[in-house]
């Protein structure tokens, strides 16, 4: 029991670290035209969306034809295109139809935050 509370208590730390770390902090969506202001709980949340519902099929070696994927396997406007075109072939195929129009918000949310561009270096807003 210690050692699972030791671990939940890395996994936090960790990633509140991550969050601390990378630069975006909002994003304005395409299909809402809303603006969408992230915190720790709402990307817990988007990370639970993703492992439950799409990381089910995109890990290497499935038996779906599904290749990997994560966050950082597009940048963030390509993000921001997935769930506003809806191209994929599984979301064509209603593999997303069990999830809300929400829960796509904050999958979007976390893909968005944690994606191959969103760390930019020279970006000086983190300080604050
Ligand atoms: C039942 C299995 C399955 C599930 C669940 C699933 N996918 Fe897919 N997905 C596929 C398959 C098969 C393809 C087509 C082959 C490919 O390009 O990976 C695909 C394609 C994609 C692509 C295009 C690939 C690319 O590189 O552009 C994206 C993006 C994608 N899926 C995202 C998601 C997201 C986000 C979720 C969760 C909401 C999800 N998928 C859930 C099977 C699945």
Known sequence: MKKVIAGVIVCVALFSAAVVWASATKRL????????????VTLWEGREIFQ???KTCHFTGNDQGASFIHTESKSM?????????????????????????????LLNDYLFRYAQDAYDPYDASDCG
Do not use: H
């Open 77 to 105: 406007k390509g993000w921001n295109r997935v769930f506003y075109k809806k191209y994929p072939q599984c979301a064509k195929n209603g593999e997303w139809d069990n999830l809300s129009q929400e829960q796509l918000l």
């Open 29 to 40: 969506d395409p299909g809402t035209q809303m603006c969408r202001i992230f915190n720790q």
């Open 52 to 54: 439950n519902s799409c």
